[in-house]
């Protein structure tokens, strides 16, 4: 069994930055992709970051330049630096894993508000 532990959302102004972390726990070793998604109130949950084994990392379109993911493979975590935040990046942000096949593993969520 997989557990996601997310960290770092909150509120910050335009312009500002935040660093989301995700912690994980249980075995991995089959992962085929890992990463963030986000989903605002009435929307989709929509994907933010991903990394895809061997190693291709897939941005949307709406941060690319913005956010960068990272991943320590010693501390199993995969981070979310988010720079340069726009109010439309307001949502509950998602870290995910998957280990081969739907749904995968999802973490509680962590909420991102960026206002003035």
């Known amino acids: 069994q997989v557990q996601l532990v997310e960290s770092g959302g909150g509120l910050v102004r335009p312009g500002g930055s935040l660093r989301l972390s995700c912690a994980i726990s249980?075995?991995?070793?089959?992962?085929?992709?890992m990463g963030w998604y986000r989903q605002a109130p009435g929307d989709q949950r929509d994907a933010v970051a991903i990394?895809?084994?061997?190693?291709?990392?897939n941005y949307a379109d709406s941060v690319k330049g913005r956010f960068t993911i990272s991943r320590d493979n010693i501390k199993n975590t995969v981070d979310l630096q988010m720079n340069d935040l726009k109010p439309e990046d307001t949502a509950v942000y998602y870290c995910?894993?998957?280990?081969?096949?739907?749904?995968?593993?999802w973490g509680q969520g962590t909420q991102v508000t960026v206002s003035s």
């Open positions: 249980g075995d991995i070793s089959r992962l085929a992709y």
């Open positions: 990394f895809f084994e061997p190693g291709h990392v």
């Open positions: 995910v894993v998957n280990t081969g096949g739907p749904p995968g593993y």
